[in-house]
């Protein structure tokens, strides 16, 4: 009997878990080796990545939408010759 797709699956899940707890327990030691000014110099950073990128990309999407609605309700209105 052939293996199926789903022994596959699992086979190619354990590898995955195996590679990511290997990252994550050198990740732990690297971080545990850290003297504590580069520790908060790293949290810091970290900080700043998952709060102000995601939220100015939220407001420039949202600035966007509002450009778009506004543009389609009101619309662009031909510029009058002076002359």
Do not use: H, Y
């Amino acid at each position: 009997m052939k293996p199926s797709r789903f022994d596959r699956f699992i086979a190619d899940m354990k590898v995955f878990a195996r590679q990511a707890n290997r990252a994550l327990r050198s990740g732990a030691r690297t971080v545990a080796a850290l003297p504590w000014p580069s520790l908060l110099v790293v949290s810091v950073v970290l900080a700043c990545l998952l709060t102000i990128i995601p939220l100015a990309l939220t407001l420039f999407v949202g600035f966007l939408l509002l450009k778009l609605v506004a543009a389609a309700l009101f619309g662009t209105r031909p510029a009058q010759i002076v002359e």
